[in-house]
């Protein structure tokens, strides 16, 4: 099986502030795989190293190291190929673009979506949230407005970067009070400032708060502090965490999680535990986008997904979207596969 890595940039119409800094670009690693048939499937590696701590250096180091792994894979299975991956170097967001790829190169030789393949009834559509980038109160108000208005039922917003209070008013007053207003903190907080903090902005009416503190204990901590629902992103990373029970609701990513398979059954985990189960981007490219769709509508098919912070890709400038939300929701790629081909 022949291996193909070629580097991507795309580049954020309106830089992102987060507490691990503004984003301004996005760099991939898209990959290929093709058999002995011809037949490609195609994948991408997304490492965000002020998110997750990979550099994409170092995720381009573990696929070279695949190259061997890969050319010797005739008549192994997509699972017997990936343990033989992971057995050269355990990198999750490496390991999930040679996951995407296997499913990818499986879907279009059966001429399926990858969500057929995992099971018989996968939902049609997968609801999503906005994402406001904008720090200041008029920006967000605009920005809030107008995701009302594109009928989305979620909207999501950054916080720990200055002006908590104003920019959840200016959010909540835009939106209306029938859009859920979901914060993320990416655990720019200590305990006592997430619940000082939390207990401040509640009056707006708050879906969840998103990684307030990083850590199991301190998010144990929060949680059971606060009135307002809390989720873990950052901290699901850590050994034991999706079954841990520490938290209302656990977001799940791709890349982290090491791939389409892997996340599939980290959700299983994340649910026996009893709480909810959403998925989200890393601003990751179409391939990582469509592949967390297929995750979403399959999982859907066995509970409730709650929105998923996926509609990120019509952030970035000079590029078509090829997963438009529309009143809220994404419809699931169609034709076999992922269903979109990798960035030119």
Same mark, same amino acid.
């Given at each position: 099986?022949?291996?193909?890595?070629?580097? #991507?940039?795309? #580049?954020?119409?309106?830089?992102?502030?987060?507490?691990?800094?503004?984003? %301004?670009?996005?760099?991939?690693?898209?990959?290929?795989?093709?058999?002995?048939?011809?037949?490609?499937? =195609? %994948?991408?590696?997304?490492?965000?190293?002020?998110?997750?701590? +990979?550099?994409?250096?170092?995720?381009?180091?573990?696929?070279?190291?695949? #190259?061997?792994?890969?050319?010797?894979?005739?008549?192994?299975?997509?699972?017997?190929? @990936?343990?033989?991956?992971?057995?050269?170097?355990?990198?999750?967001?490496?390991?999930?673009?040679?996951?995407? /790829?296997? *499913?990818?190169?499986?879907?279009?030789?059966? &001429?399926?979506?990858?969500? /057929?393949?995992?099971?018989?009834?996968?939902?049609?559509?997968?609801? +999503?949230?906005?994402?406001?980038?904008?720090?200041?109160?008029?920006?967000?108000?605009?920005?809030?407005?107008?995701?009302?208005?594109?009928?989305?039922?979620?909207?999501? @917003? !950054?916080?720990?970067?200055?002006?908590?209070?104003?920019?959840?008013?200016?959010?909540?007053?835009?939106? &209306?009070?029938?859009?859920?207003?979901? @914060?993320?903190?990416?655990?720019? *907080?200590?305990?006592?400032?997430?619940?000082?903090?939390?207990?401040?902005?509640?009056?707006? $009416?708050?879906?969840?708060?998103?990684?307030?503190? =990083?850590?199991?204990?301190?998010?144990?901590?929060?949680?059971?502090?606060?009135?307002?629902?809390?989720?873990?992103?950052?901290?699901?990373?850590?050994?034991?965490?999706?079954?841990?029970?520490?938290?209302?609701?656990?977001? @799940? !990513?791709?890349?982290?999680?090491?791939?389409?398979?892997?996340?599939?059954?980290?959700?299983?985990?994340?649910?026996?535990?009893?709480?909810?189960?959403?998925?989200?981007?890393?601003?990751? $490219?179409?391939?990582? +986008?469509?592949?967390?769709?297929? /995750?979403?509508? /399959?999982?859907?098919?066995?509970?409730?997904?709650? =929105?998923?912070?996926?509609?990120?890709?019509?952030?970035?400038?000079?590029?078509?979207?090829?997963?438009?939300?529309?009143?809220?929701?994404?419809?699931?790629?169609? &034709?076999?596969?992922? %269903? +979109?081909?990798?960035? &030119?």
């Amino acid at each position: 099986m022949r291996l193909e890595i070629e580097r #991507r940039t795309l #580049r954020l119409a309106s830089p992102l502030p987060t507490s691990h800094g503004t984003l %301004g670009e996005r760099e991939l690693l898209a990959v290929s795989i093709t058999d002995d048939d011809g037949v490609s499937g =195609h %994948g991408e590696a997304a490492p965000l190293q002020a998110y997750d701590g +990979v550099s994409l250096e170092r995720a381009h180091v573990a696929l070279e190291r695949y #190259r061997p792994v890969l050319a010797r894979a005739h008549g192994l299975g997509g699972a017997q190929l @990936l343990d033989a991956c992971r057995l050269v170097d355990d990198l999750p967001a490496a390991l999930a673009a040679i996951d995407l /790829a296997l *499913w990818d190169r499986g879907g279009r030789l059966a &001429g399926k979506p990858i969500a /057929a393949l995992i099971t018989d009834d996968p939902a049609s559509e997968v609801p +999503v949230n906005a994402t406001i980038s904008s720090l200041d109160r008029a920006g967000v108000a605009d920005e809030a407005a107008t995701a009302a208005r594109a009928g989305f039922r979620c909207v999501k @917003l !950054k916080v720990g970067v200055g002006d908590d209070a104003g920019r959840v008013a200016a959010a909540r007053a835009a939106a &209306g009070a029938d859009v859920a207003l979901r @914060l993320d903190a990416n655990g720019a *907080w200590s305990v006592e400032q997430a619940v000082r903090t939390i207990d401040a902005l509640s009056p707006a $009416g708050l879906e969840l708060v998103e990684e307030p503190v =990083h850590g199991l204990q301190s998010v144990r901590e929060v949680r059971e502090r606060v009135a307002v629902r809390v989720a873990i992103d950052e901290t699901a990373a850590e050994h034991g965490a999706l079954g841990a029970g520490v938290a209302d609701a656990v977001c @799940l !990513k791709i890349s982290r999680c090491g791939g389409l398979s892997a996340l599939i059954a980290a959700a299983t985990l994340v649910r026996a535990s009893g709480a909810e189960v959403y998925l989200a981007s890393t601003f990751d $490219g179409p391939l990582g +986008v469509a592949a967390a769709l297929h /995750a979403a509508a /399959a999982l859907a098919s066995r509970g409730p997904v709650a =929105h998923c912070g996926l509609a990120t890709l019509a952030l970035f400038a000079d590029f078509d979207d090829p997963l438009p939300a529309r009143n809220g929701v994404i419809a699931l790629p169609a &034709g076999g596969g992922l %269903g +979109v081909e990798p960035l &030119g």
